[in-house]
């Protein structure tokens, strides 16, 4: 028997919906999480794609996340609109505010989406490459748990806290980036842990703020963020933008979904649009277009652009498909029978 | 002889405005320059204090720099304005342009400031602080001349894109961090050739794209960004919100101010407010309490937060005035002499 299971996009879309609604999320709440995780699996991002759901539903099941929450869109000021959440999942909070979004970039030039009380387990990059592709330039970041210290400490403080970019290139994927401000992800070191293999220093410190390369040891400990000093700064930037600036929590106040702890965390989400057709006018293809001579310069040196793979990848799954495990396929078919396990 | 002189913050604005109007900066502009200058030399960041001012009255001389410019400040859009710099000092043009960006974040929630074709030397955090002291949270970028290779390459294309953060505190300085993207100031690895040190591995690397810590290599080669390909991703997205998407010019481009090729460039720099109060409304003191937390958790921790040396040196140059070499200090009393060589 094969080890892997290959669907066509639709299929995928399909089989995703089947299993959110199955165990009860409304049918808004499978569409707008159904077209991240897809949009995830089409670009081979794995951990965000459609293994995503078994958590989702999951998370469900240990209750505290609200299935079929209407997110409120509220008008804050010309240039801000809030998405309250509801605790709903962020994505359908994102869907139906970012028109609102988009609106306010080309009316104001520049334009902030604060989204709140969001149970929140998604990649930014698909919601900043949509905002691109209205042509906006977009900016996205959200707190996480926290499992970082600051540069010069030894306690988890900080969440990975990602920050997402996406730049709207004429005729071709935008420039992407998207990125938690962590040195990896927590799941890193979780893997080495079971293989028995050391971490790289610089990953992470010990309870008493040394560098340690054991992985037990660094999940009892802290994790470190990317750069030193200066990521650590960054990721406190985040914490403060995405937490108090918009009314909602700091990394070390996520709450898990439920009760019991587990499940993903809620928290808050702060977007940014900026309409370069506003700020540029008739100017604006010249200046677009000359954008292109750094990228042209980046790929010149044999460099790659961010999320150059990710790229390739979803040029290969419009024409073939995507290839997920057996094992995925299997529980992820079993999870949307109408009485198989875990409904 | 002693071989350190001290000012009073007075003496040291004297000082600065004397140099820079004898040279033929008109007030206007000695005025913004001097501010700059002494808030920088008052932090005790000297190599942006008075030191500095040899740079200006250099690069004046040199021609290309306007010493009287009035900055031309346009309203874009209702969340935009540009301030055109019109070949004059950076400075000038963010004062000038200040009240409206406020204004604007006010009403808007969110602002941009697009500031073009200036003469830059400064660092940002005066300008980002500057607007957290009016309750504002505020970003800046600016190019800078190609120095830093993208991650991956071997090539000088990136500047060292400098990102500056301000978030006000009440009661006390603000939460600033103001870093350059390269992993360190191309200064210092002029200072480790003269001192003929070898560099640490990872500040660059030669023509090849090797790793070199030979730092005559490196200065032929290139400098790197901080963090690897994640600093590298933000040098880029630097480059384009403050080249491209502001109608200015992109790292590799920046011109020197002049004809011969010395001085200082000319390139565009970007700023955002945003209005805590306008998105809190009267919840705002209450969040801005506890984004106190945040940073409560971090020195707890004995980590230091940002800028925290600068303001400590504030604190004590506000009731000791600020001490120079006596040789750099010999050089401006000679500068700002109506015959002293130089004039």
């Given at each position: 028997?094969?080890d892997?299971?290959?669907l066509?996009?639709?299929?995928?879309?399909?089989?995703?919906?089947?299993?959110?609604t199955r165990h009860?999320?409304?049918?808004?709440?499978?569409?707008?999480?159904?077209?991240?995780?897809?949009?995830?699996?089409?670009?081979e991002?794995?951990?965000?794609?459609?293994?995503?759901?078994?958590?989702?539903?999951d998370?469900l099941?240990?209750?505290?996340v609200s299935?079929d929450?209407?997110?409120?869109?509220?008008?804050?000021?010309?240039?801000?609109?809030?998405?309250?959440a509801r605790?709903g999942?962020?994505?359908?909070?994102?869907?139906?505010?970012r028109?609102?979004?988009i609106?306010?970039?080309r009316?104001?030039?520049i334009?902030?989406l604060?989204?709140n009380?969001?149970?929140h387990f998604?990649?930014l990059?698909?919601?900043?490459?949509?905002?691109?592709?209205?042509?906006?330039?977009?900016?996205a970041?959200?707190p996480?748990?926290?499992?970082?210290?600051?540069?010069?400490?030894?306690?988890?403080l900080?969440?990975?806290n990602?920050?997402?970019f996406?730049w709207?290139?004429?005729?071709?994927?935008?420039?992407?980036?998207?990125?938690?401000?962590?040195?990896?992800?927590?799941g890193?070191?979780?893997?080495?842990?079971?293989?028995?293999?050391?971490?790289?220093?610089?990953?992470?410190?010990?309870?008493?703020?040394?560098?340690?390369?054991d992985?037990?040891?660094?999940l009892?400990?802290?994790?470190?963020?990317?750069?030193?000093?200066?990521?650590?700064?960054?990721?406190?930037?985040?914490?403060?933008?995405?937490g108090?600036?918009i009314?909602?929590?700091?990394?070390?106040e996520?709450?898990?979904?439920?009760?019991?702890?587990?499940g993903?965390?809620?928290?808050g989400?702060?977007?940014l649009?900026?309409?370069?057709?506003t700020l540029?006018?008739?100017?604006?293809?010249?200046?677009?277009?000359?954008?292109e001579?750094?990228?042209?310069?980046?790929?010149?040196?044999?460099?790659?652009?961010?999320?150059?793979r990710?790229?390739?990848?979803?040029?290969?799954s419009?024409?073939?498909?995507?290839?997920?495990?057996a094992?995925l396929?299997?529980?992820l078919?079993?999870?949307?029978?109408p009485?198989?396990?875990?409904?």
């Amino acid at each position: 028997m094969d080890d892997t299971v290959t669907l066509t996009l639709d299929e995928a879309e399909a089989l995703s919906r089947e299993v959110l609604t199955r165990h009860g999320f409304d049918e808004a709440h499978a569409g707008a999480i159904t077209r991240s995780v897809v949009a995830a699996q089409r670009d081979e991002c794995h951990s965000h794609g459609l293994y995503r759901l078994i958590g989702c539903v999951d998370t469900l099941h240990h209750g505290g996340v609200s299935p079929d929450a209407t997110p409120e869109i509220i008008d804050i000021a010309p240039g801000v609109v809030r998405a309250d959440a509801r605790q709903g999942c962020s994505l359908l909070a994102f869907e139906q505010a970012r028109p609102a979004l988009i609106d306010k970039a080309r009316t104001n030039g520049i334009a902030m989406l604060a989204l709140n009380n969001a149970f929140h387990f998604s990649a930014l990059w698909p919601e900043v490459e949509s905002l691109a592709e209205e042509g906006l330039v977009a900016l996205a970041m959200t707190p996480s748990h926290a499992f970082v210290a600051p540069a010069g400490g030894q306690a988890p403080l900080l969440g990975t806290n990602p920050i997402a970019f996406s730049w709207p290139r004429p005729g071709t994927f935008p420039y992407t980036f998207d990125f938690a401000t962590s040195v990896v992800a927590r799941g890193e070191i979780e893997l080495h842990r079971r293989a028995g293999e050391a971490i790289p220093e610089g990953w992470a410190v010990d309870r008493q703020g040394e560098p340690t390369t054991d992985p037990a040891t660094a999940l009892e400990g802290a994790m470190l963020t990317f750069g030193g000093y200066k990521g650590s700064a960054l990721s406190i930037m985040i914490e403060l933008l995405a937490g108090p600036l918009i009314g909602d929590l700091l990394g070390h106040e996520t709450q898990p979904a439920n009760a019991d702890g587990q499940g993903k965390p809620f928290h808050g989400e702060l977007l940014l649009a900026i309409d370069p057709a506003t700020l540029l006018g008739t100017d604006r293809e010249r200046h677009m277009q000359h954008a292109e001579a750094l990228f042209e310069g980046v790929l010149a040196q044999g460099a790659r652009l961010p999320s150059q793979r990710r790229h390739e990848a979803r040029r290969r799954s419009r024409e073939i498909g995507v290839t997920i495990p057996a094992t995925l396929y299997q529980e992820l078919d079993r999870l949307r029978q109408p009485k198989g396990p875990g409904t």
